[in-house]
């Protein structure tokens, strides 16, 4: 089936700095979510995007929607300690309906270091 | 606002046994979506309940089932545990409007022995 692909699987950086994420597919998606999951808790939306071209942000985050429709970016600035956890990316396919599932990437798990 | 919500935390089963899980959604949401995390993956879609009828549904054997309930609740019922059952399980919950995405429940981890 359809998957989401997030490389690497660990990023390690030093507080304060930024860190850069992205997530591709072999196919389009008319939605496309990122969300960070703690250890034993479910996935916290970060930023939703549902256009093509689309950049967004919340606090320090920063994601856009690829004008391919095939991938995201997802940029922390200035990253704190608290930014530790795994960073999922999932698409929701297009002529679905609104409501349709998600497919998830594997993730990618952040550490950053005092 | 509360958000969504599930029970039981955690639970230990057998094989074979079988164990129902529950969701209730987050306030004014009346969609809501399973889905199942194993160790080290992303959570992979089980299937997914919209006016009390299963709408969409993953690549999980038929001994996966749910209900949804007038209230919008809903439980994941799963019979003949198998070890590879163990796992965390995810409730979601959105409404059907455009541009609502899904949030997600704490999850229960199941443990089958």
């Known amino acids: 089936g359809q998957q989401l692909n997030q490389s690497p699987q660990s990023m390690f950086i030093q507080e304060g700095e930024d860190v850069s994420m992205n997530c591709t597919s072999s196919?389009?998606?008319?939605?496309w979510l990122w969300y960070k999951q703690d250890p034993g808790e479910g996935p916290v939306l970060l930023i939703a995007?549902?256009?093509?071209?689309e950049l967004t942000s919340n606090g320090r985050l920063t994601a856009q929607f690829g004008i391919t429709r095939k991938d995201s970016f997802l940029n922390i600035s200035a990253s704190i300690p608290s930014d530790v956890g795994i960073y999922f990316c999932a698409g929701q396919a297009p002529h679905t309906g609104a409501n349709s599932k998600l497919t998830f990437g594997k993730g990618i798990t952040l550490s950053v270091r005092p | 606002d509360a958000g969504v919500t599930q029970s039981p935390t955690h639970l230990i089963k057998t094989r074979g046994q079988q164990v129902t899980l529950r969701c209730s959604p987050k306030?004014?949401?009346?969609?809501v979506s399973w889905y199942q995390q194993a160790l080290g993956q992303g959570p992979q879609f089980i299937f997914q309940?919209?006016?009390?009828?299963?709408?969409q549904r993953g690549n999980f054997p038929d001994r996966f089932s749910g209900h949804q309930f007038p209230n919008y609740s809903s439980e994941l019922n799963v019979n003949a545990l198998l070890l590879g059952d163990s796992a965390l399980y995810l409730c979601a919950s959105s409404s059907p409007a455009f541009r609502h995405p899904q949030y997600f429940g704490p999850g229960t981890r199941l443990t089958v022995l």
């Open positions: 995007l549902y256009k093509a071209g």
């Open positions: 196919s389009i998606f008319n939605t």
């Open positions: 306030s004014g949401h009346d969609t």
């Open positions: 309940y919209y006016e009390e009828e299963e709408r």
